[in-house]
C-alpha cells in the first residue's frame, strides 16, 4: 500500500513537472528565422520585447541552404514550431493561398499600423498576395537587395589604373554599366597582387537552392527580360526569352567565364562572402546583408572596401530584392503574443535599433531620416540598390518556377550547354508547363 | 525436496486459461499467431504506401496545396518518360553505378587478397583500410568539395604534382567532364573497404586444404587463382556488388554535399532529381509516378540479378 501510494506521488509530481513548462509555453513565442548574423541582432533586440511583454522569446534559426526545405515543410505538414516566421518574399504567395499566414490587414488596421511607412518595394515584396493589392500577410522586417562590393584599395592603385586606362580607355572606379563591370573582373582576373593570383568577381553560381537566379536576374533584368506580359499576366513567350534577356543571360555566362574563380561553379552568399574576405577577388555580387560584416573585417573592411548599386544594362536598371516579411503563423497557440510581437516590432524607435544593432529596416522614418546615408560607408549604396529592385515570381508555385530557372541557367552558364536562348525557351516551356498545372492559364 | 526443471517451472506460470486457449489452436493458427504482426506491419509501412504511391500517380496532387487532386490517367508517365532531363539523370545514374562498382570491386579484391596474406601490421592495415566507410557521408561530401578546390585542393596538388597540370587550371566538380568523375572517385574512395571485407570474408572462407590439394596437382599460382579462388569468391562479390548496386541506385546525400547535381544536370542522379520533384516543386503525383518506374526499374534488374547470383551459388 505504502508503494503504491509513493508510486502516485511520484507520478502526479512528474505529470505536474512535465506539466509545468507546457503551462509556461502560453507565454512563450518561437521566432523562426535563417540562421545568419542579422538574426543573431534580433535575439538581441527581442529582449526588451521580453521585458516589455513578459513572453519569453525562444529562436529556431536554420542555415541559409536549408532554410526554405525547413520551412516549407514545417508549414505544409502544418507543424506548431514557429509562432512567428520570418520567411523569404517569394513564399508569400502559397503561404497566404494556403493558410499559413494570418492575414493582418484588420491587426494593422486597430493597431493604427500602415504600410504607408514602409518602404514601397519591400511592402509589394514582402508583405502583399495577390501582388499590388492592399491585402497583407507580413510586415516588411529585413530590407535587402544584391549588390556589389569592390577592392577600393586594389582600385587606387595608381599602375593599375594607368594599365586599366591603356586597356579599356576609361578609368578604373565603380562601374558605370554591366559592360564596364565585366571589364574591372576580367581585368583582374588571374592577375598577381601582392604576390598572390587574385580573380575578378565572385559571382552567385549555386545550383541547388536559389543561388544562380538571384545572380542572373540582376543581369538579365538590366537586358530587357520580363517575367510577363505587363497586359497579359501569365503570357511569358517574348517576355522570358526575349532578345534583351538572351543578351543578358549571355552576359552573365561571359561574366563568369571570364571573371570568376577557378572552382566557383557553385558558390552562392557564404562563398563569395569568404572568397572576399580572403582576398581572392576584386569584385563580389552579395545580399547587401553582409555589408556590416565586411565593414568591419580586419582584412578588407573600412577604407578598403566599396558598395556600389548593381550597375545598368542597355535596357533598364534593376537589382534583384532580397529580404523578407515577418508573419503570424495560422498554427500558433498564443495569437496574441505573436501580434503582441508584431506590433512591438512595427514601432518607430525598435525599427531605429535594428539598424542600429545590424539588422535593415524597411521604415521610411529610419533609411530617409537626415543623416542616415552618410551613418555607414554603405547606406547610399543600399539605398540606391532599394530604389531599383525587382523580385522573382511569388506564386504558390514559387518553387516550381524557381527550381527549372535554377537548372536551364546553371546548365547553360556553368556547364556551357546549349545556347542562351535554348536555355530561355526551354524555361518558357516549364514555365508554361507550371502555369498550366495551376490552371492560371489553359 | 526435489528441484523442478526450468520448463516445469515455465509452464506452471502460465495462466491456465491461455495455456488452455493455446492447446485448443492449430498448428496452423499458431503459426499465424506469430507471423500475422509482422504481415500487418509489412502491409502498413511497405505495401499500403506503395499502392497508395500508384494511386497518387495518375493525378495531379500536390501535397502542399489545398485543392484535391485530379486523375490525368497517364500523363505523367508520358511526361517523365519523353522528358529529355529525365533521360540525362538516368544515364548520369547509370554511368555513377557502373564505374562505382568497377572500381570498387576491382580495388576492394586486389586489396582483400592483399589483406588476406599474412603480414606484420596486418590488422592494423585493414583497420586504417576501413576507415572511410565509417564517416557519414555528409561530412566526406562537404570535406572533398575542399579537396577538390582548384585553388587550395590537395587533390589538385597532387594531380600537378603527378601531371605538371596546373592545379587551378581545372575544377573537378565545376567540369562537365569531370564532375562525373569526380563522385565517381570520392564514393570509390568510400566504400571500397566495405566490398574489401566481403572480399576478405569470401576468401578466409576458402578452406586451406584445397590449396594443399591443388600443390599436390602442381596447379600454378596464377591456375589456383583463376579456377579456384575466383570461383569460390565470386558469390561473395556478387553480393557486394548487389548491396552497392542498390545503395548507390538511392545515392543522395554525398553528391549533394559535393555538386549539388551540377554543373548543369551533369551528376543530377534520379534519387536526387526524384527529391526536388517529390519536396521541393511538391509536384507528388508526378513524383509519385517518377518513383514507381524506379521501383520497376530497380525491381526488376535485382530480380534478375538475384537469380544469376542463385545460379552461381548452386555451381
Known sequence: MKTSKYLKVTALTAVLAVGAPTAASAEALTLCWAAWDPANALVELSKDFEQQSGIEMGFEFVPWPNFADRMLNELNSGGKLCDLLIGDSQWIGGAAENGNYVKLNDFF???????????????????????????????????????????????????????????????????????????????FQGRDIDGKTVYGAAIYTERGSEGITMGVTNALYNYGFEYQNPDKPYEIEGFVNSAGAVEGLEFYKELYDVGAPPG?????????????????????????????????????????????????????????????????????????????????????????????????????????????????????????????????????????????MQDRVHKYVIAGQGTAKEALDGLVADWTEVFEDEGLIK | MSMKKPVDRIAKATPPAFANRVRALSDRAIAWLFVGPSIVLLLAVNIFPLIWTINLSFTNFKANRLRDAEYIGLRNYERILTDVDTWQSMQATAHFLFWTIFFQVLIGFALAY?????????????????????????VVGNFWTFLYQPQIGLFNYVIEFFSGVDASSFSMIGSVTLAPWAIVIVDTWMWTPFVMLICLAGLRSIPDSIYEAAECDRASKWRQFWTLTVPMVLPFLMLAVLFRGIENFKMFDLVVQLTGGGPGNTTLLTSIDLKREAFEKWRTGYASAYAVILFVTVFGLASIYVKALNKVKER
Open chain 1, 109 to 187: 488596421e486597430a493597431e493604427g499600423i500602415t504600410m504607408d511607412d514602409f518602404i514601397p518595394a519591400t511592402v509589394t515584396g514582402y508583405a502583399e498576395w495577390p501582388k499590388n493589392t492592399p491585402n497583407y500577410w507580413a510586415l516588411p522586417a529585413y530590407a535587402d537587395v544584391v549588390g556589389w562590393t569592390y577592392r577600393k584599395d586594389w582600385f587606387s592603385r595608381p599602375e593599375l589604373q594607368t594599365e586599366f586606362k591603356g586597356k579599356y580607355g576609361y578609368d578604373l572606379g565603380e562601374p558605370e554599366s554591366l559592360a564596364q563591370l565585366k571589364d574591372i573582373a576580367e581585368f
Open chain 1, 264 to 404: 566557383s561553379s557553385n558558390w552562392y552568399m557564404s562563398e563569395d562572402i569568404d572568397a572576399y574576405k580572403s582576398g581572392q577577388v576584386a569584385l563580389q555580387m552579395n545580399f547587401a546583408f553582409i555589408w556590416p560584416g565586411v565593414n568591419a573585417d580586419p582584412n578588407v573592411g573600412g577604407d578598403r572596401t566599396g558598395y556600389f548599386a548593381n550597375p545598368p544594362g542597355p535596357k533598364g536598371h534593376f537589382a534583384q530584392l532580397g529580404g523578407q516579411g515577418i508573419s503570424v503563423v495560422a498554427n500558433t497557440d498564443n495569437m496574441d503574443g505573436a501580434l503582441a510581437y508584431i506590433k512591438w516590432f512595427a514601432q518607430p524607435e525598435i525599427q531605429a535599433r535594428w539598424t542600429e544593432m545590424g539588422g535593415a529596416s524597411a521604415m521610411r522614418a529610419v533609411v530617409e531620416a537626415p543623416g542616415f546615408s552618410d551613418a555607414q560607408p554603405y547606406n547610399q549604396a543600399f539605398l540606391n540598390s532599394m530604389a531599383i529592385v525587382k523580385d522573382f515570381w511569388a506564386e504558390p508555385a514559387y518553387a516550381s518556377l524557381l527550381l527549372p
Open chain 2, 114 to 138: 592483399l589483406i588476406n596474406k599474412k603480414f606484420k601490421g596486418n590488422d592494423l592495415w585493414t583497420t586504417i583500410i576501413v576507415l572511410p566507410m565509417m564517416l557519414s557521408p555528409a
